[in-house]
């Protein structure tokens, strides 16, 4: 199998409530979200769709139930410092909860943590060992 992830989808328990955050940071909505599923593009390949949580679960045939940690995060990379303060910033300003506050970290970058309103958990980083461009 080739390594590549085109969608990511997130089961979240307010799909009104979920996709007015991500449109309020900015996240392009796609013209082929209808009815129960909002299609947002990341990168022009890769698409994030929000679904209700119990309609997820059903589709995959597992239970709804859970909470706490998810066992993975999302994760944005920035060109700066500077750029992840400002990100973790426009998303509190759009209704996350801010996890963890910006800083140095063990691998020499810089990184905080915010919650979307489910609790998906979002890494903002700067990494001076990527390029960006």
Same mark, same amino acid.
């Given at each position: 199998?080739?390594?590549r ?6 089961g ?15 996240f392009?909505?796609r ?5 129960d ?5 990341l990168?022009g ?6 679904? =209700?949580? +119990? #309609?997820l679960?059903?589709? /995959?045939?597992v239970? !709804?139930?859970?909470? %706490? ?6 994760a944005?990379?920035? =060109?700066? +410092? #500077?750029?992840?303060d400002? /990100?973790?910033?426009? !998303?509190?300003?759009? %209704?996350?909860?801010l ?10 970058g ?6 979307d ?12 060992f990527?390029?960006?461009?």
């Amino acid at each position: 199998m080739k390594p590549r992830i085109s969608l990511i989808t997130l089961g979240v328990s307010d799909l009104a409530r979920a996709r007015q955050f991500y449109e309020r940071l900015g996240f392009p909505v796609r013209k082929e979200s209808q009815g129960d599923v909002v299609f947002f593009d990341l990168d022009g390949r890769l698409v994030l769709a929000l679904y =209700p949580r +119990e #309609a997820l679960a059903d589709d /995959a045939k597992v239970s !709804a139930k859970g909470e %706490g940690f998810r066992g993975f995060s999302l994760a944005h990379n920035v =060109p700066s +410092e #500077a750029a992840v303060d400002a /990100a973790l910033a426009e !998303a509190v300003k759009a %209704g996350a909860q801010l996890v963890k506050p910006a800083q140095k970290v063990f691998w020499g970058g810089y990184s905080g943590y915010f919650a979307d309103p489910d609790g998906f958990l979002w890494e903002v980083a700067y990494n001076p060992f990527m390029d960006l461009t």
